[in-house]
Every structure is written in C-alpha cells, then in structure tokens.
C-alpha cells in the first residue's frame, strides 16, 4: 500500500462511480496502522488514494458522504503542550517545552465509545472523554499539475482538522482535474475546536463513504452539510482571510441554490451566521460559516 503525504495527480488506487460506495482504511498521522505498526512514514498525514471518480471533469463538484468513521485501534496519542500562537507571546517562555516524543497516550473503549488518559500522569485523574471521530485531512487534487503538503490546506480541502467533519456529514469539493482524485486520512478519534495543540487523538480508521458526482455544478470552496445546517469551509491565513472565503462561498451558496437576493442574503447572515473555528494550528487556518436549514427556503 502506498501512502502520500501530499494531494496530487498521482496514480488512483481505485476507480469508482457516481453513487458507489468504499470501505477503506487510514493510517494515523505518524504512518501507524491498525495493529499500531508502522507501514509509512509519517509526520505530515499519510493519506489513502486517490480515488478516481469516473467521469469527474474540472467545473463539476464531487460529494462525499461519510457513511462510518470510526477508529481502528484502541491506542490513540495526542501532543501535550498549545501551540505558541494560541496564547500571548509573553506566555509562551512559561510553557512546557514541546518536543516530538512528548506525546500524551490514550485508551479507547471502541464499545463504549470513550477515550480515557493513561499518560502522562496529571491532576486531571482518570480523565474520561467521549468519542467523536472525524476526518482532519481529506479533499481532492489541486489544479495546474499542483502537489501540495498534506500538512496544509485550500480551495481543494486537506488538512482542515475540523471536528465537525464526523459520521453523517457531506462534503462538496470543486474538481480541479480529471477524476477528481480523493484522498483521505489524519483520523482523531476526538479533538476540540482549533486543534489548537496541534493534534487531536490521533488514531487510525476504518472509513465507509459514498460518492456522488454533480455535473457543471461548479463551487469554488469546500462546502458541507449534515441534519442541522449548511456549512462553507475557508482555508487561508490570516484568520480574516479564511473567514473571507468561507463567508462569500455562503453568499454564492444560498445566491445559487435558493435563489435568494443580496440583500436578503446579507439580512439573513448579519442576524444568524454562525461560525466555527476549524484549525489554527496548520499553515492555512480554517474558518467554518454555518446557517441552520430551518432559515432556509426550499432550493430553487
């Protein structure tokens, strides 16, 4: 098996259809599998694929529709010490020292559905977390023959580390080139807004999605829903740039599909935007613009 650390043309593993759906499996972000061997290197989100979307051309979306996500071991790690840009510079000289092999190892109850710390020792106890897996790395191959770090991410996806990306959830990619070319991969089997440690529990997984191509619908940034609401998804820095995506991919979303005007669409967002923060970790962050489905009229 052959695992990249970057999103790009490369060759397809599998090539499947409008409406099929894959059972596959990911590696954790340091190249382990599920019996917690390591198959690849890791460091930088080893990913699975690409997948080949029959028919995919540049100017159509590809839907991904996440079956099953859910962890494949019962080891999972995460970093112990915030990432120096989250918290005032003065701070930073008071905190621990952040080193590659101060990892924090935890116990999953995949029956339960729990994670439970067993290292470091600290004052928390025995500190007990529910699950709540999510993918933090996926998305389609870049435009103009681009092979771009899965430690980062775009207009094309990859390493958006949001925690909203769980079981239930769709996701819109615009295609950038023939076949679309899916990746997936940097399993957390739980991880709290901003990943703002740098990791969540970092864990492989066994992933279920199905596939649905959208001809000549052409979006220009990642797109999602689940039950509740309409999300669009930024990748940028600054903070404000990532935002800015995320915002006017929203307006064209609901210009587009609901047929809505400017100034209701600005009305309607000034009042009930919601906005998630999905990484401020990464070198692009990651802003989420969400509006609940109960606001919207039925699509044109």
Same mark, same amino acid.
């Given at each position: ?51 080949? &979307? ?32 989250? &918290? ?57 023959? /681009? ?48 990943? !703002? ?32 609401? !309409?999300?669009? !998804? ?20 609901? /210009? ?14 000034? /009042? ?29």
């Amino acid at each position: 098996m052959v695992y990249y650390t970057a999103l790009g043309s490369y060759e397809p593993i599998l090539r499947i259809a409008d409406g099929d759906t894959v059972l596959t499996t990911t590696v954790s972000y340091d190249g382990r599998d599920a019996s917690d061997q390591q198959v690849t290197p890791g460091g930088t989100n080893p990913l699975t694929g690409p997948f080949y &979307v029959e028919d995919a051309k540049p100017g159509d979306t590809l839907a991904i529709h996440f079956d099953k996500l859910w962890p494949s071991r019962r080891l999972g790690r995460s970093f112990t010490v915030l990432a120096p840009n989250v &918290v005032d510079p003065r701070y930073v000289r008071e905190m621990p020292p952040r080193h590659p092999g101060l990892v924090a190892e935890w116990e999953l109850d995949l029956k339960n559905g729990t994670a439970t710390l067993i290292k470091p020792d600290t004052m928390l106890g025995q500190l007990t977390l529910p699950l709540k897996p999510m993918l933090g790395c996926f998305g389609v191959a870049p435009p103009n023959g /681009q092979a771009i770090s899965s430690a980062t991410s775009g207009a094309y996806g990859g390493n958006m580390d949001y925690n909203g990306f769980v079981t239930g959830v769709t996701v819109y990619f615009p295609v950038f080139v023939s076949g679309g070319l899916l990746f997936l991969g940097d399993g957390h089997a739980l991880q709290g807004d901003g990943e !703002i440690a740098g990791s969540g529990i970092e864990v492989s997984f066994d992933v279920r999605f199905t596939v649905k191509l959208l001809k000549d619908k052409k979006i220009n940034w990642p797109r999602a829903e689940n039950e509740e609401y !309409i999300l669009t !998804i930024g990748n940028a820095r600054p903070l404000d740039q990532a935002l800015q995506h995320a915002t006017t991919e929203m307006v064209k979303w609901l /210009q587009e599909d609901f047929a809505l005007d400017a100034r209701t669409i600005h009305i309607l967002l000034g /009042q009930c935007v919601e906005y998630d923060v999905g990484n401020v970790f990464d070198p692009a962050y990651t802003m989420v613009c969400k509006l609940n489905k109960t606001l919207l009229p039925s699509k044109k």
